[in-house]
């Protein structure tokens, strides 16, 4: 059989064993596992930006395959011109240039905060969006699962967040496979149906067939446009990963080739498809119903049939788009990690957990992204309107950002490198004025309304934090006085060990020390007095101590919180030049399904005390653990024996198992 030593716990099992900080070097990766960790969401909104658009152009009919291509033209424009402008961000931030660092030194604290929070509102929109679209990719092909919808997302949520938990490189190496075998499969599927088109073969009927288009497309063709290039540049999403998450990489050069590699694919992937749309006759089908059908699955079907290839493109799409949530995952505890060290967020939000990853972030974007879920039902084309404005509104503050920084730079390039970031910041400024007009009443007014909110709610942590800062700092040296020990009171319902450990330890913090009692005449309880001074008075003056003030108080209503807590607040008012230390027993059992067989009065108390007592009331925790307690006695004299009096006073199992309550 294994040691002890060897047997690893349930954590380490579902999280790796914890790494030390001096491993993270070895946590670092590459351009190879830098697509998965980084790229997936850029790469996975190729299969929901441009359905985004051609969902919008639903009412035009056979039109919308041919308006697709030249959209998908201007965004591709878009995207280059936003990776030029990134590649410049990563050679001037190795650090890690995200979109708030740039801001906020670059343009000030507000326009850091506003990127910030559009930053924040986007890789939580890309988590539920991402989950949702891989999840209507396999409703696709399976139809049955429809009404499951909801709940494949959920779990799918869970999964992500675990494999997160684990660190960056695990991460990387899980989502590897699924990733290259996404961009060979819609490869081969773009490349064959180029073939098919240029060699001239005979094309088969699209599988859902046109619709012809309504009288709105001469009346509206342009705001149909605008409105159908505003959802397709959804796939820009998770262009700027890569700037932000320049640490992660064992070189900037790294991080650089990186987002070329993801440029690049996705650049092949939005053209591959908008040509096939185009050629092939391809509309969307409204989303969330029956007989609804991916592009993608459409487009697969069109080029080789449903058969083997099909299923397995599918499949690759559909882990891909789960997996695009990592980008989010990646990204947006790093940003917590600055915000957390500028004092924007709590500090727990800048500690690495057990795989080096910042936990607090991963659990938090987990948390809201289910949220999202849960409100929206899980269908990617209601959550689209929303997505958009944060990632556009961050690209165009990191490109005035970085205008702002070639300015004040004195190297060779930085005029060249001004205008580029300048034509970056047009591009993305002009597209964030589209989106915001054309989405504005589809629900990009949500997106409006949040992130000022989430400035403000920034805004607000940080002047809190300045206040404590003000109110707790010191220069001066430890002030020591003679001021009286403190009052002790315990809280005890039953003489049993736990109560006794407690006690041994008031008797050493001070002479005088109150065992309260809160007791109801129509409540079954062990009366305290009647042994008090057997059990507890006569060792304790045995030991040359004073006893312990026995206190009982009633309580009418059967409460114990009440009394309690005003006994304890009225000594403080009583004694205002002393502290009232209020040692709480509480017996710990050590399995965690033991926590929902007891009460958990203990932990109740401590937080009353806290949120309700006051400067001069100190609390004291004084655990029983259930195995592997010893009793200590207060002095080596022995105690007295049990007398028949006491055996009369001994509770049935039954009573003492209530009585612990």
């Known amino acids: ?118 930053l924040s509102l986007d890789y939580i929109l890309n988590v539920a969006v991402a989950i949702s679209a891989g999840t209507g990719a396999v409703v696709s092909a399976m139809p049955d699962l429809l009404s499951h919808t909801l709940e494949i997302c959920l779990g799918l949520l869970t999964f992500l967040t675990l494999a997160n938990l684990r660190g960056v490189r695990e991460t990387g190496l899980l989502f590897m496979l699924p990733t290259y075998a996404f961009l060979a499969c819609l490869g081969a599927t773009i490349l064959v149906g180029l073939g098919k088109t240029v060699l001239g073969q005979r094309l088969p009927a699209p599988p859902v067939y046109p619709t012809e288009p309504s009288g709105l497309w001469a009346t509206t063709h342009l705001w149909f446009v605008l409105r159908a290039f505003a959802s397709g540049c959804t796939a820009m999403t998770g262009v700027e990963a890569v700037s932000n998450g320049v640490p992660l990489f064992k070189s900037p050069k790294m991080a650089e080739r990186t987002l070329t590699a993801i440029i690049s694919a996705l650049t092949f992937l939005l053209a591959g498809i908008a040509w096939l749309c185009y050629a092939y006759g391809i509309e969307a089908t409204p989303p969330g119903r029956t007989g609804y059908e991916s592009i993608l699955s459409q487009i697969v079907a069109a080029v080789g049939g449903r058969g083997i290839f099909y299923y397995l493109t599918l499949s690759t799409v559909f882990a891909v788009l789960c997996l695009s949530a990592n980008t989010s995952f990646a990204d947006f505890p790093r940003l917590c990690r600055v915000l957390a060290l500028d004092e924007y967020l709590p500090a727990e939000f800048a500690h690495p957990g057990r795989r080096l990853v910042y936990s607090a972030g991963i659990l938090t974007l987990a948390l809201c992204a289910g949220l999202l879920l849960v409100a929206f039902g899980g269908v990617t084309d209601r959550l689209i309107p929303l997505f958009a404005i944060g990632a556009f509104l961050a690209f165009t503050l990191s490109q005035l950002g970085m205008i702002v920084h070639w300015k004040r730079s004195r190297e060779p390039h930085a005029r060249r490198s001004l205008l580029i970031n300048a034509a970056g910041a047009l591009a993305t400024g002009t597209t964030l004025v589209v989106v915001m007009v054309s989405k504005f009443a589809e629900g990009a007014w949500i997106s409006v309304i949040l992130i000022p909110l989430l400035v403000g709610l920034f805004w607000r942590i940080r002047r809190n934090q300045e206040k404590i800062d003000r109110k707790t700092d010191t220069d001066g040296l430890l002030e020591l006085d003679a001021s009286p020990p403190p009052i002790v009171v315990v809280p005890v319902k039953r003489l049993d060990r736990v109560a006794h450990k407690a006690l041994r330890l008031a008797l050493k913090l001070s002479p005088e020390v109150q065992a309260v009692q809160v007791f109801s005449e129509d409540v079954d309880m062990e ?84 949120m309700r007592g006051g400067p001069n009331i100190i609390i004291i925790n004084t655990p029983w653990y259930l195995r592997g307690e010893v009793e200590k006695k207060i002095t080596p004299a022995k105690q007295a024996p049990a007398s028949s009096q006491m055996e009369d006073y001994r509770e049935s199992p039954t009573r003492r198992r209530a009585s612990r309550q």
Do not use: C
């Not at 424009?77 to 708030?100: D, E, F, M």
């Open 1 to 118: 059989m294994a040691s002890h030593s060897t047997k690893k716990s349930f954590s380490e099992i579902l999280f790796g064993r914890p790494l030390r900080t001096e491993e993270q070097e070895a946590e670092k990766i590459g351009p190879i596992r830098g697509v998965p960790v980084l790229g997936l969401d850029a790469l996975a909104s190729a299969a929901y930006g441009p359905e985004a658009a051609l969902t919008v152009l639903l009412p035009l009919g056979a039109v919308a395959s041919r308006a697709i291509f030249p959209i998908s033209a201007a965004i591709i424009a878009v995207l280059l011109l936003v990776y030029l402008s990134y590649r410049q961000t990563i050679s001037a931030y190795p650090n890690g240039g995200g979109s708030y660092t740039v801001a906020s030194e670059n343009l000030g604290r507000l326009p850091g905060l506003l990127a910030a929070s559009a």
């Open 527 to 610: 009366d305290l007095r009647t042994r008090w001074r057997e059990v507890v008075e006569a060792p304790v003056r045995a030991a040359g101590l004073t006893p312990p003030k026995l206190v009982l108080l009633k309580s009418p209503y059967r409460e114990f919180f009440g009394p309690l807590l005003r006994h304890v607040r009225q000594l403080a008012r009583d004694f205002p030049d002393r502290y009232v230390a209020v040692v709480v027993p509480e017996l710990v059992e050590r399995r965690w399904y033991h926590l929902l067989l007891h009460s958990h009065r203990a932990t109740l108390l401590k937080g009353l005390l806290l």
